[in-house]
């Protein structure tokens, strides 16, 4: 009855299928991290040092079409 021939013995890890998949998963999660951090470094933005470029960046003129549609929303008909 407890013949050891007859036992199923369990499986390595490496011969299911499941644990492939983790592995695999878990390696392009890291192979991808390390492709978006070195896009990250060589595409880099970059850094506005002279104070007149950094404000003319972003034009606040009353003609703006945001403004313009607020003061005509503002005004009485």
């Known amino acids: 009855m407890n013949d050891p021939s007859t036992l199923d013995l369990p499986l390595p ?3 299911v299928g499941a644990a ?3 592995v695999i998963a878990l390696g392009s999660v890291v192979v991808g991290s390390f492709a978006l951090l070195f896009t990250a470094i060589e595409h880099r933005d970059i850094v506005v040092t002279d104070p007149v470029a950094a404000v ?5 003129k009353p003609t703006s079409p ?3 549609a607020r003061n005509h929303s503002a005004t009485p008909p």
């Open 20 to 22: 492939w998949f983790g």
């Open 13 to 15: 890890w490496w011969r």
């Open 56 to 60: 003319q960046g972003v034009p606040n």
């Open 66 to 68: 945001a403004l313009a």
